[in-house]
């Protein structure tokens, strides 16, 4: 069993940054991937950000279109932790930001897409508001 726990987010006008981190606990060797995903009120789970932890394809990273070019997800193996650094933040960046984990390359291939694939571990979320 693995466990995430999400931190970084808040409220910050629109232009401004937040980072995001998330630390894993427990037997995480074997995950494929490991990504951000994001929710606001009345939409469906969106893929913000993944890399590829695993296999043959490590380092891979994917972004979502909304956010290529402002957003940047890296890992810190030593410490276990996944960070998403959030530039140029706009108002519709506004929603709950999870972090997500599996081992499984199944659902690691399918979790950019929308909505977003059931991915096995979660975190319980960090909340970023961006205000105009």
């Known amino acids: 069993q693995q466990q995430l726990v999400e931190s970084g987010g808040g409220s910050v006008q629109a232009g401004g940054s937040l980072r995001l981190a998330c630390v894993a606990s427990?037997?995480?060797?074997?995950?494929?991937?490991w990504g951000w995903f994001r929710e606001a009120p009345g939409k469906t789970r969106e893929g913000v950000a993944l890399?590829?932890?695993?296999?043959?394809?490590?380092?891979?990273?994917h972004y979502g279109d909304s956010v290529k070019g402002r957003f940047t997800i890296s890992q810190d193996n030593a410490e276990n932790t996944l960070y998403l650094q959030m530039d140029n933040l706009k108002p519709e960046d506004t929603a709950m930001y999870y972090c997500?984990?599996?081992?499984?390359?199944?659902?690691?291939?399918?979790?950019?897409?929308?909505?977003?694939?059931?991915?096995?571990?979660w975190g319980q979320g960090t909340q970023v508001t961006v205000s105009s």
């Open positions: 997500a984990t599996d081992p499984r390359r199944g659902p690691c291939m399918r979790a950019m897409q929308s909505p977003a694939a059931e991915l096995a571990f």
């Open positions: 890399i590829y932890t695993n296999g043959g394809d490590k380092g891979t990273i």
């Open positions: 427990g037997y995480t060797a074997d995950n494929y991937c």
